[in-house]
């Protein structure tokens, strides 16, 4: 995440809560960044984190 209070984690790594707030308010960044947020939240609430897991960097 380049800003905010996550400034420096992955995005699989932010709060599923904080994706949802951007998405309540309907202001996902403009541009690739809001696209990877909004597919990162899909993926948190399809309970699907467990297949992104091994595709992390150490």
Sequence with gaps: MP???YKG?????LPEEYLLWFA???????GRL???MAITLL????????LVQ???RP
């Design 34 to 36: 809001g696209e990877l």
């Design 43 to 50: 993926i948190k609430t399809e309970g699907l984190t467990k």
């Design 3 to 5: 800003f905010g209070k």
């Design 54 to 56: 091994p595709l992390k």
């Design 9 to 13: 984690r992955r995005l699989i790594d």
């Design 24 to 30: 309540r308010k309907d202001e996902f960044p403009a």
